[in-house]
């Protein structure tokens, strides 16, 4: 039985169309979802970059940006909840964490004892060039729990779906 979802999310243009798929998956099987987020760390190069103008504590000392990002998050689908469109009562938590994508969409299922992953099939960075992207591709190699891999919409349905969006 399916108790738990992780919804893996870039936050990309596109996200809410895969969250969509989630929502209505853990509302018909009345399954919890947590949102999972990750913020790729600084390259070394861009932290030399950035030390050669700000001070070290200056470089958010306490997780402000994630913080940030989250609460975000929560006000996005607080509002969305407040549209009173279905599902999002199931959204149980909101996690944003610094790290490699797969590594922490994997390490955030295991903690949660998670019984499935959701997440596009792939991000828009990589839209017309894999079938799958290397998040993706690498979660589903590594994965203890079934995926399901939503698959993202195609360029010439952009315009349709962004239209659904605004409304």
């Known amino acids: 039985m399916i108790r738990k979802i992780v919804f893996a999310t870039d936050l990309g243009p596109f996200a809410g169309h895969a969250l969509e798929h989630a929502l209505d998956l853990a509302a018909n ?5 947590t949102v999972v987020h990750a913020v790729e760390p600084l390259s070394s190069y861009a932290q030399a970059m950035v030390s050669a103008y700000a001070e ?13 990002i989250k609460h975000q998050i ?11 469109k279905p599902g999002y009562d199931w959204i149980e938590d909101v996690v944003v ?6 590594e922490v969409i994997l ?38 729990v079934p995926v399901f891999m939503v698959p993202m919409i195609s360029p010439s349905n952009w315009c349709r779906v962004a239209s659904e969006v605004v409304r």
């Open 97 to 102: 964490e610094q790290g490699k994508p797969a």
């Open 56 to 68: 070290l504590e200056a470089l958010d000392p306490h997780g402000s940006v994630l913080k940030s």
């Open 74 to 84: 929560l006000t996005s689908l607080a509002s969305e909840r407040s549209d009173l």
């Open 29 to 33: 099987i009345k399954s919890k979802v």
């Open 107 to 144: 390490s955030q299922a295991q903690r949660l004892n998670a019984d499935l992953i959701v997440m596009g099939s792939h991000g828009p960075e990589s839209m017309g060039k894999n079938v799958i992207g290397s998040v993706t591709s690498r979660v589903l190699q590594l994965s203890k």
